[in-house]
């Protein structure tokens, strides 16, 4: 981890774009997790009052594929445990957050395995590469079948912000597609503030053709534990500006696992690129001391505050055309 992925990611695209064997066909309905016109029922609960019709939302799920025993390096998408993990983790609590922002679109794809990450040169990189060119592929499918020209918002988590980051420099940064991006939620992966040539860092709550980004820690996690996001682009996705400190009472709460939402629970303190948070105020708060960090919340600790800042940039970006 001593170089940067999204660098080294940007490589092997550019050398590797050949290498797309089996593409998977995303004309076909059940290769998509969520279209605007298949929301699952799990998934339609969860959303809170009207949807903007206006705009929309193409969502990259993070990695599932965590098991040190298992072999695989992707997952194939046909692989019904792993459909049902996505449909009832990620997409009921991660991509929930930005239902009433815009249409919701969110393809499977051969997600690589977490070992990819630390084994580029042996396997690792042709496994991404894999799962790219299926993000990859499943975009240009939904710019030619559905966006018709609405806005768009980019929104992912850990691999799913790698991938989409790879989605902004191929089809936005500096393209005429640039000027229908809403907004990138790209947390969870290490970013610099100048990653783009022409797409900034957004440090105000209603900005909008730009992007955010976030890592999420314990506060008083040993800062040697958070190194590889140290000094990283990064706001504060309770203020989503780079306030370097909010107070509980700012917090518009995180959607636990129960489906309860719990609001003021926690400070949180912008240092060296990482988002530090207090221990959670909630019922399960014991859970919360046996969590080495807490990245796995990056988007479900930040849900309301998510969803709230989702339809507000919607609203100024549609008010600027």
Known sequence: MKHSFLLLFVLFFLIGRSQQSLKIDYSIPSNWALTS?????????????????????????????????????????????????????????????????????????????????????????????VAYNDVRAAFIYYLEHFNKGRGIILAGHSQGSTHL??????????????????????????????????????????????????????????????????????????????????ARQFHQGFLFSNEKMYVHSFNTHLKNGVVWISTPHFPYRYLAFTMDNYHVGDVNLFWEDIRQNAILRSTSYLQKK
């Open 165 to 246: 980051s790879l989605l902004l420099k191929e089809f936005f940064d500096g393209k005429e597609l640039q000027k229908q991006l809403v907004a990138a939620y790209i947390p969870g992966i290490g970013f610099e503030r100048n990653e783009f040539q022409t797409i900034p860092l957004m440090i105000q709550k209603d900005q909008t053709g730009g992007f955010v980004t976030w890592n999420t820690h314990k506060k008083k996690l040993d800062q040697r534990t958070a190194k590889w996001h140290l000094g990283k682009a990064v706001i504060n996705p309770v203020t989503w500006d780079t306030t370097s400190f909010a």
């Open 37 to 129: 016109d298949n929301y699952p029922a799990s998934f339609q609960k969860m959303i809170k009052g009207s949807v903007q019709d206006s705009v929309d939302v193409f969502y990259v799920y993070p990695t599932l594929l965590l098991d040190k025993e298992n072999p695989r390096w992707n997952i194939d998408i046909d692989d019904s445990v792993f459909r049902e993990k996505i449909i009832n983790s990620p997409i009921k609590f991660q991509a929930s957050a930005w239902a009433n922002a815009g249409k919701l679109y969110a393809p499977f794809y051969r997600q690589a395995h977490i070992r990819a990450y630390s084994n580029l040169e042996n396997g690792g990189r042709d496994s991404l590469l």
